[in-house]
């Protein structure tokens, strides 16, 4: 993102409302509505445009969007259309297309992948710490969107082919993001310079999409919500959730959250809906920083906190 006086576009939020969401967020909201004084500076943000315009002034490339999914407005955007890498965010089509393979009874959620079939990659994930040898392509799902785990994640992509997801992300139409090769420890002179790219407006709409149902179809969209819903990293703008890591599926207080997290050296990357009592947004946050120092990177981390305070406040 440029370092521009005011990068960041707030629109309008008194628009005639859209139709309510559905599916997964309609069993999950309560009855219980906030007194409108409540409301009050709910919608400025400001906290958010502070801590990413520092960011930004300090060199970091930042893009943001967040949409109110009953209204169907924009409530914060800077740079949502610019593509940037998103690391591990990749995963999030290629999940789709393994759902939708599932569906369609071109993929057998019961066949066994052998993990010497896959090439070794030790940045993340458990299943190259569990004595199984050999998985269901559907546990190989879970772990991939639970943990982040390379080896299934390869393994996925691996068993669909990269072909198959890079035509269901032109399927969806999103423009401008891609899954441009699978997960290494290093990537030498001959391999694409990242795993996936993508925007913030086109991240926080396919979360938007998934829980209203509107991913391929209503049992694709669930599966693929589902799965999300295990993630156990809530260190970025879900750190100001008070989630449990381990079991935040059906959460007492009503707070329905799915995401996704994608890391790697200098970038860091959220997206996801986070729904209350009151409102429920989608909404994706990528930051590309010089990551030079754990102070640089405490930096970008807190901006991704502040943006969870703010959307805390915003849902209930």
Not at 77 to 89: C, I, K, R, Y
Not at 298 to 314: P, Q, S
């Amino acid at each position: 993102m440029g370092t521009s006086p005011e990068p960041f576009d707030t629109p309008p939020t008194q628009r005639p409302p859209q139709r309510a969401t559905e599916s997964l967020r309609g069993s999950r909201r309560s009855n219980r509505r906030l007194p409108r004084r409540a409301a009050v500076g709910r919608r400025s943000f400001a906290s958010t445009l502070k801590a990413l315009d520092e960011l930004a002034s300090s060199g970091a490339r930042v893009a943001v969007h967040v949409a109110d999914l009953d209204r169907g407005t924009v409530v914060l955007s800077g740079d949502d259309f610019l593509t940037h890498p998103v690391a591990g965010l990749g995963i999030v089509p290629l999940l789709i297309e393994v759902a939708a393979s599932f569906e369609a009874g071109t993929l057998d959620p019961l066949e066994i992948i052998e993990r010497s079939s896959v090439e070794r990659v030790g940045v993340g994930g458990v299943w190259q710490h569990l004595k199984a040898p050999a998985l269901p392509l559907s546990d190989l799902a879970v772990l991939a969107a639970a943990t982040g785990d390379a080896l299934a994640a390869n393994a996925l992509l691996q068993r669909v082919g990269l072909d198959a997801v890079r035509g269901r992300i032109e399927t969806l139409g999103l423009k401008r993001s891609a899954l441009l090769d699978q997960l290494r420890d290093t990537r030498g002179p001959d391999d694409a310079p990242h795993y996936a790219l993508g925007t913030a407006g086109e991240l926080a709409g396919v979360f938007g999409a998934l829980v209203n149902s509107q991913i391929v179809s209503a049992g694709v969209s669930a599966q693929v919500a589902e799965w999300l819903s295990l993630n156990h990293d809530l260190s970025l703008v879900a750190s100001a959730t008070g989630l449990d890591p381990f079991s935040h599926e059906n959460d007492e207080h009503g707070l329905l959250f799915v995401n996704k997290t994608g890391r790697d050296s200098g970038i860091r990357v959220e997206a996801g809906v986070l729904a209350g009592p009151r409102a429920g947004v989608s909404y994706a946050l990528i930051v590309c920083f010089d990551d030079l120092s754990i102070a640089h990177r405490l930096r970008a981390h807190e901006a991704f906190r502040i943006l969870g305070v703010d959307l805390m406040e915003y849902v209930f």
